[in-house]
């Protein structure tokens, strides 16, 4: 089954202490991106990559960071988790940057105290 | 990408069509309308797409106005599990684009009654 897994699904964490959401994808996808929602302010992107070693900022990229090593996976790694950085959290993949649909997983609610 | 326009939230009976509009009237050209839902915090999920033609699949079925200003997503048969919040969402759609993004409005929250 096509799909986009994204690990852990809930998280509470403290601030400061380094953390890892992975997400993976099954399709051979070259397009990945991670996007947070916030109540109000609708879903936003925080990073992208085209295909494997190439990323790029989205909106929203401060406190955040990503690699793409392989085409598959794309964590995004917060450093040092703050509150403001709690939210919901989606990883989304397509075919290609310009394609017509993007699927995405399941989220991961994140909660940093 | 073109902004669009919907009302915050409608309500449908089950059973019945729910016609869901969208204004984008700045659209250019070679900018598509896209529909997609997300269904209680749940990833969202694609619907349709469409450029200037009416298009129809197995969810829904998506009318575009002669001067695109205008669309209206089109859910046949309403069921309960359609209660969800639908994005209209305009952008060029082209291969080698690195504008993946989407830019998820507030959309239209629909509530399916029985």
């Known amino acids: 089954e096509a799909q986009v897994t994204q690990n852990p699904r809930y998280l509470i964490t403290v601030t400061g202490k380094k953390l890892t959401v992975t997400c993976s994808q099954n399709m051979n996808h070259e397009y990945m991106s991670w996007y947070r929602q916030d109540p109000g302010l609708g879903l936003r992107q925080i990073y992208y990559?085209?295909?494997?070693?190439?990323?790029d900022k989205g909106d929203v990229p401060e406190g955040y960071k990503v690699s793409r090593k392989e085409k598959r996976n794309f964590p995004l790694i917060l450093e040092s988790p703050s509150p403001n950085q709690t939210s919901l959290y989606f990883c989304?993949?397509?075919?290609?940057?310009?394609?017509?649909?993007?699927?995405f997983g399941p989220g991961t609610r994140l909660t940093v105290t | 990408d073109a902004k669009t326009t919907q009302p915050p939230s409608m309500d449908c009976a089950e059973g019945r069509a729910a016609n869901l509009p969208c204004n984008h009237s700045?659209?250019?050209?070679?900018?598509?309308v896209y529909w997609y839902r997300q269904i209680h915090s749940q990833g969202p999920q694609y619907i349709i797409h469409?450029?200037?033609n009416n298009e129809t699949n197995e969810m829904a079925s998506l009318i575009i106005t002669e001067d695109r200003k205008s669309s209206t997503l089109i859910l046949p048969h309403a069921t309960l599990r359609d209660t969800a919040v639908y994005y209209c969402?305009?952008?060029?759609?082209?291969?080698?684009?690195?504008?993946?993004?989407?830019?998820f409005g507030r959309g239209t929250q629909l509530t399916v009654w029985p």
């Open positions: 969402i305009v952008r060029v759609a082209n291969r080698g684009s690195t504008l993946g993004r989407l830019y």
């Open positions: 989304a993949s397509s075919l290609s940057g310009g394609a017509y649909e993007q699927y």
């Open positions: 990559s085209m295909n494997v070693e190439v990323t």
């Open positions: 469409g450029l200037k």
């Open positions: 700045t659209i250019s050209g070679n900018e598509y």
